[in-house]
């Protein structure tokens, strides 16, 4: 080693070390060689991948797959529609069907025993008079209304 350097180190665009130092300098050197070269290979096929990958868009049978996902994905939205709504002519109405009627399940734990008759009347027995589902309660008129 060179009297000024005391360590491993480059000089000139070569490097200078120990012999203790060799086996280290060499794997790093090894590793970076390899870096390299995987690298140039990557840069070296990447135009030929570029065509491969444009050719492959700009087919005909390319453009026909994603047509028939496309239909097949529109055909299961349409079946979808028709099974959640069964023909409803107003699909967000029945939705905001299925929301009341999803809160009205998460509520009925927390109801007491007259609004849960009174919910029952109304849902179950399909009662819609107000004033007679209240004296079924014992409430009066004037609390209904």
């Known amino acids: 080693m060179p009297a000024d350097m005391d360590r491993l180190g480059q000089r000139e665009g070569i490097w200078i070390c120990s012999y203790e130092e060799f086996k280290g300098l060499s794997f790093v050197i090894r590793e970076f060689i390899i870096q390299l070269s995987s690298a140039r290979i990557t840069q070296a096929n990447r135009g030929d991948k570029m065509g491969l990958l444009y050719d492959f868009l700009t087919r005909d049978e390319f453009k026909m797959q994603v047509e028939a996902i496309v239909e097949g994905f529109t055909q299961m939205e349409t079946d979808l529609i ?37 919910l029952s009347l109304y849902y179950e027995d399909e009662m819609t008079d107000w004033s007679e589902v209240g004296e079924i309660i014992g409430l009066e008129e004037s609390v209904i209304s």
């Open 82 to 118: 028709r099974d959640v709504f069964d023909g409803n002519d107003e699909p967000f109405e029945e939705v905001s069907k299925q929301e009341m009627r999803y809160e009205l399940v998460r509520i009925l734990p927390y109801l007491d025993d007259q609004e849960y008759t009174a």
